[in-house]
Each structure stands twice: as C-alpha cells, then as structure tokens.
C-alpha cells in the first residue's frame, strides 16, 4: 500500500536530519573528550590519592589515625583559626582598599581605564616569589619603610613590620588585590551611569544613591571578588612562609612542615583533606548569601 | 486600542503647582564645539514644550542642563522666580524620564516607584497608595510586585513615566522616552503621554530628533540647530510658516524652489509670478517652499491665476507607499517636484503613464516663503 502523500511529506528527509543531529552530538563529545581526560588525570586522580592516603597508617592499612589526632591536639584547631583568621583579615584588607581602587577604575574613560589597570595587574606579571621578597626588602628592620617612618617622624625606632602577622596581612593583600578588584570592576562597568543620575534627579544624595543604587548594584561582584580572594588565601603558601617567618602558621605551612619533618604522608594528606572540605564548606556557605552566578558568570 | 475620547476630566487642566522655566543665555561649549549658543527659552507653566533637533543639535545638552547633569559655562535656569542653575540635581525637584529608562534592575516595580517617596520621607502606607495610583495611570495596576527584568519594552517605559511623576514634581523632563519601542506601540504611547501630561497639568520638556513625534504631541516645538533655537512655535506654525531653511528642511518634505526677484519687485519662478511684493525688502534672495502633499494634478491645462501656481512638467517616477505615494515630476529647467497622491480607486494620478506631461497646482494661499541661506 502506498504511503499516503501527507505523511510523506511530513516525512521528507525525516530520517536524514535525526542522523546528522546524531552525529554533531558525537562529534561534540568527541571534541571535549581531551579536556575531560586532563581533568580526570590532574585533578579527579590526585585528589582521590590524597583521599586515599589520609585514610592509611604507618603500616599501610586502613584506619582513622590521621583524623583522629587532628580532634586530639589542640594545635591543628590553632592552625585552622590562624587560617581562617589570616584569610578573612586579608580579604577585609582586600574589600577596603580595592573598593576604591575598582570604582575609581569604572569612573575614568576607557582610554585611561586601560592605563590604570595596567597598574594594577603589572604585579601579575612578575613572579609571587620576587613580590613577596620585595616585601621582605621594603618591611625589614633597616627597610625602606621603616627608614621613610623614622626620618619623617612617624615613629622613633624602627618598628617590627615583618616576620609576624603584619607583614604577611601586607603581603598577602598586596598581592590578592588583583583577585578582588577585576570581578569588582567588571561589576561596576555593568551599571548605566545614569542609574546614578536616576537616583539623583528622584532627590537622593550622592551618599544616598551610592547606598541605595551603587552599592546594591556593586555588591555581586564584590561578593566574588572576595569569595576568590578568601579561597585563594586558605591555600596560600609562599607569602605567609616568608613573610610570616614561622611565626604565622596556616594549613599550607603546617602541611610542608610535617612533610619536610615527619615525611608523614598521610598526616599531611588528613590536612589537605580537611582544607579542602572547609573550602568547599565556605563556598557552599557564601553562595547561599549571595548570587555568584551573576558576577561570575554573567547570568541572572 | 486608541484612545481618541476625550473625556470631559481629561480636559486641560491648569495645575497650581507647575512651574515656568525661564532659561536666559545658556551657553555650554566642549572644547570648540558650540553645544549651546547662548539660548534664550521661556516655557509657560503647564506646557508641553518639545525640543527638536538632528542629533548633536544640544537638543539633550539643553535638557541635561535643566535637569541639572551637565553644569553650563554661564547662563540662567529659572523655576518660577527661583534661579536653579547652581542647584544639584537631587535638589531641583523634577521628574525625569530617561531614555534607557534607568529603572533601578534591584527593585521591583513598585520599589522602583516607591524611591523618590521614600527619599521624600513619605509614610509607608501614603506611599503605598500614591504607588497604586501611579500605576493605575500608566494602567499597569497589579503589576507593581514584578522584577524589571520581567516586563516588556512598552511597561518598562510606563514604569519609568509612573517614577518620574509620582513625587509630584513641578516638572517633568523626557529624553527621547519612546525611540527604543517599535512603530506601532509609540505611536499609541505618543496619544497616552498627551493624555497623562493633560491629567497632570505638570510643565513638561521633551526632546526627540522625530518631527512626526514633535507634531503630535507638543503644544509648542522649540527647534534647535547647532546649539541655537531656529523656531519656536506651535506645531501649525512651524510647518506651515518655517521661518527658515534649516526648519522647513527638516520638518515635512519639501522641494525648495529658488525665486528671482524683477526689478518691481516680484518674486518669480520661471515665467510664474508667484508673489507681486517680497515680504521684507531687506532680503534679496527668496525660496519658494513647496509641499509635496500642497500640491495637486489639475484637470486640464490652465494658467497660473489669482488662486493658484501652475507648474508643468513630465511624470518622471512613481512610488507607492501605502496610505500614499509620491509622482517625481520634472519640471521645463530640470527641477524635480515631488507630489504626494492618495491611493484610493479614484486618484487619477496613478493612471498616468511615466513620461506623459501634467500641470500641477498649488494654491496661493499654500506659499511658503523663506529667506535663501546666508540672507538673513
């Protein structure tokens, strides 16, 4: 029996398409399948070796020794303090000083903007170990700063400005500035300018409209930018090392300590773990205050 | 849905609140550019006064300033009796409507309106109520809990208005408020902004580069080129009497024909007398302006008489366009006149074949007479 013309017709290379769209699918997944290797070998891989490692003794079987000690000493509680301590600290830094510094960058025309920024990502390009030693060269007992305080009469004799929380609360702000003002600024560019004249044509305050308009507006990317920050500073290693001088001791430290002392690796694995679920734990936490979808990834 | 009833409560209204503007030698350069040239404007109280010009005119920079966002290197803004070109902006006390809209992306509607209240110390409750009724004049009652990011072009616009006017300002201000919505939904906002300012009686400034727009809506168009006024008048005067050629240009479409003047001082185009006198002595060169929708195609060949011009010439191109159309015709010296035609069954000027000769007419009490460029 002959197909009827209408069906046929509604049929026309019916099946044709659904195999073409078959195989863009595939040759999709085909495309993608290298960055989900890299992923599972650098990241998937590793992280479950550490999960592993945390959870075996000195004999090499199974067992809980490595938490369980973490509950006993008093001093890992001490050191994920100082962690959480020395990262909130720094992002606060990081909140006062890169307002201002994002605002003023959204403010100037583009052609100036351009250079501003330059400034503040110049540092980006040279290496984290050079930065933090300059640091150490500017804040010493003879440094630069000290020197400038002593012969304009800020202070008499020189002050201790590194190798204790100061100096690694300078550092580390100076060079996560970046981290918080880039999200910031992109957030501040997204608002009109005449928002601002809006607010203040309907008879606010310059204060007033910033309050009730620039800063509800500003605040998503503020919020990532020191989410970023926060993060990047649980794990940070180099700064507080050196300018910290042992005296500041967060996570990353303690870790290298027991690796380079005890060659313990699955002590150092348990802390890994911990920080990481304390991560994961803040991220969680933060993104249920505020919508990082927006700043971040330009949704709504 | 039009609404071309007018009610007898929509019936002007003289608001005692609104204010005169009174600006007096506003000048505002940037860099050579001469965005304001020492303009001079009295807008009455409770006007609709509309701001026209090609864009870079000042037609904005003139609105910035009354607003209060761009400070003029010197001049005077008066409100009332009041002097307010020193004032900031969150001072002045006048509602805005811009033409991004602006609303606030945070707030919901009625948070939207509800912000000037506010500001203004308004109780929680009063202000609830002047939202409603706010709302309910740009007919968007029950829409006042939505996020802005969920309303169509023509509510946001709405939204915006209902912001600008809620505070009772003594002003009222648009930048271009209807450019960003399609054909159909202006032409219909157009009728409904004039039926809003009608209800609110507030003096009201508003700039746009559509003439069309300037027509319909304004009590009086002030036309402004190169930072200065060119004309300001009613909408009848400024197209039926331009006063030069940069405003019958740019308002209407026009052919302008260059008159010579004989030594009795007649204007003449060709062998066609078409004024016996000039109107001012003092201006040598004149221009007849002539409209296209002026004109009209004559039964038979008749002569230029006491009532109307003739002008003669061959049928050089047909456009139609709906409503209507235009015949290109080419005049004995090579000048093209255009003639707006109806489509109807019966316009005969659809019949005639390109090439064939016609006499057009145009009524004497239809001449527009302007001074040539640089003869003022």
Known sequence: ??????????????????????????????????????????????????????????????????????????????????????????TLICIVLGYPIAYFLAALPSRWSGIFMLAVLLPFWTSLLVRTYAWLVLLQRKGLLNDLAIQIGLWDSPVKLVHNMTGTLIGMAHIMLPFLVLPLYGAMKKIEPDMMQAASNLGASPVRAFGSIYLPLSISGLAAGSLIVFVLCLGFYVTPAVLGGGRVVMVATQITAILEHQFNWGAASALGVVLLLATVLALYLAGRFFKFDTALFGKR | MLFLFVDQEDAPMNNPTALPISIRGLTKKYGDLNALNSVDLEIKSSEFLTLLGPSGSGKTTLLMAIAGFNRPDAGSIKFGDAEMVLTPPHKRDVGMVFQSYALF???????????????????????????????????????????????SGGQRQRVALARAF??????????????????????????????IHRQLGVTTVYVTHDQ???????????????????????????????KDQFVADFIGESTMLSL?????????????????????PSVSKWSLVV????????????N????????????????????TGFAL?????????????????RSRIRLLELGALVSIGLMREDIILIPEEGQM
């Open chain 2, 105 to 151: 992306p945070h707030m919901t509607v009625s948070e939207n309106i509800g912000f000037p209240l506010k500001l203004r110390g308004l109780a929680a409750k009063e202000a609830r109520g002047r939202v409603d009724e706010a709302l309910a004049t740009v007919q968007l009652s029950g829409l006042g809990d939505r996020a802005i990011d969920q309303l």
């Open chain 2, 329 to 345: 015709i080419a005049l004995n010296d090579m000048t093209i006149l255009s003639v707006r035609f109806g489509t109807g069954a």
């Open chain 2, 260 to 280: 010579t003047r004989g030594g009795d001082g007649r204007l003449s185009f060709g062998s066609e007398i078409i004024s016996s006198s000039s109107p001012n």
């Open chain 2, 291 to 302: 409209r296209p929708e002026r004109l009209h195609l004559l039964e038979r060949d008749v």
């Open chain 2, 166 to 195: 809620v505070f009772r300002p003594r002003i009222l201000l648009m930048d271009e408020p209807l450019s960003a919505l399609d054909k159909k939904l202006r032409e219909h906002m157009q009728i409904e902004l004039k039926q």
């Open chain 2, 212 to 242: 069309r727009e300037a027509l319909t809506m304004s009590d009086r168009i002030a036309v402004i080129n190169h930072g200065e006024l060119a004309q300001v008048d009613t909408p009848e005067a400024i197209y039926n009497r331009p």
């Open chain 1, 1 to 90: 029996m002959p197909v009827s013309p209408d069906i046929e017709r509604s049929m026309l290379n019916g099946q044709e398409l659904k195999s073409q769209k078959k195989r863009e699918e595939w040759v999709l997944l085909g495309l993608s399948l290298p960055a989900i290797f890299v992923i599972a070998l650098v990241v998937i891989l590793p992280v479950g070796w550490l999960f592993y490692l945390s959870f075996v003794d000195g004999h090499g079987s199974f067992s809980l020794e490595h938490y369980q000690k973490m509950v006993e000493y008093k001093s890992y509680a001490r050191v994920f303090i100082a962690t959480f301590k020395v990262s909130a600290l720094t």
């Open chain 2, 304 to 323: 230029t008489s006491e009532k109307q011009v003739v002008f003669r010439g061959h049928v050089k191109e047909y456009v139609f366009q709906g409503e």
